[in-house]
């Protein structure tokens, strides 16, 4: 599976971006697609996730994006996207995104955790720079 995230840039506070991220080799009726994101001298946290499988689709969101970050996915396209609105300087960070496959969203609502490291995500794109200046 290969990821490429794109759409990163430098923002101001109360601005918006769409990041996007196209997904290689993956079959588009079973999947997770999660943003992660990483700040400077902090640890990759998780931020949302979309995904389909058998038992249906669904997304999750992470509290602190909950009313101002939205997931979508265009399956014909296989890409994800990440629509971010009324940014400000603590969600300056490179966000990641990573497949995993489509059960695991399930675990996540489940657990209500979104996290790097629980292993589920195997397959990681190389990261785009989101800056929001104050």
């Known amino acids: 599976v290969q990821l490429q995230a794109s759409g990163g840039g430098l923002v101001q506070a109360g601005e918006s971006l769409r990041l996007s991220c196209t997904v290689g080799?993956?079959?588009?009726?079973?999947?997770?697609i999660g943003w992660f994101r990483q700040a400077p001298g902090k640890v990759r946290e998780g931020v949302a996730c979309?995904?389909?499988?058998?038992?249906?689709?669904?997304?999750y969101y992470v509290d602190f994006v909950k009313g101002r970050f939205s997931i979508s996915a265009d399956n014909a396209k296989n890409t994800v996207f990440l629509q971010m609105n009324n940014l400000s300087p603590e969600d300056t960070a490179v966000y990641y995104c990573?497949?995993?496959?489509?059960?695991?969203?399930?675990?996540?609502?489940?657990?209500?955790?979104?996290?790097?490291?629980?292993?589920?995500?195997?397959?990681w794109g190389q990261g785009t720079l989101v800056t929001v200046s104050s």
């Open positions: 979309i995904g389909t499988s058998a038992r249906g689709s669904s997304t």
């Open positions: 990573a497949a995993a496959d489509g059960p695991t969203l399930w675990r996540v609502i489940a657990g209500n955790l979104l996290s790097p490291m629980s292993g589920d995500f195997g397959s």
């Open positions: 080799g993956l079959t588009f009726d079973d999947y997770t």
